[in-house]
Nanobody, 123 residues
Framework: VQLQASGGGLVQAGGSLRLSCSAS????????MGWFRQAPGKEREFVAA????????NYSDSLEGRFTIYRDNAQNTVYLQMNRLKPEDTAVYYC?????????????????WGQGTQVTVSS
């Protein structure tokens, strides 16, 4: 399975971006996928993800409802819509797939990773 993330960029605080993650080799609808991010000097942290059965979504509490994860099964793609962006959202965002253990909230729960896409929010 390969994951290809895209959509990062530079945006001013308060702006929006949409990240995309396309999965090849598996069907996104039955393949637990999510997003993590890693800021410079920090650990990779959970952002949002579908649960293993795909019926529920979890979000990091720190997002305050600003981000939305959704998927297009026909395109085998998962998206992360990010609104009201803040400078502290600046990070490399990673698409994760194939959650095979746990609650799909930790890095160790996922077996496949995309290459990361940089999001920079200026103040």
């Amino acid at each position: 399975v390969q994951l290809q993330a895209s959509g990062g960029g530079l945006v001013q605080a308060g702006g929006s971006l949409r990240l995309s993650c396309s999965a090849s080799g598996r069907t996104a609808s039955n393949y637990a996928m999510g997003w993590f991010r890693q800021a410079p000097g920090k650990e990779r942290e959970f952002v949002a993800a579908f649960t293993r059965r795909g019926h529920s979504i979890n979000y990091s509490d720190s997002l305050e409802g600003r981000f939305t994860i959704y998927r297009d099964n026909a395109q085998n793609t998962v998206y992360l819509q990010m609104n009201r962006l803040k400078p502290e959202d600046t990070a490399v965002y990673y698409c994760a797939g194939d959650c095979s253990s746990g609650a799909c909230l930790d890095v160790a729960d996922f077996n496949s990773w995309g290459q990361g896409t940089q999001v920079t929010v200026s103040s």
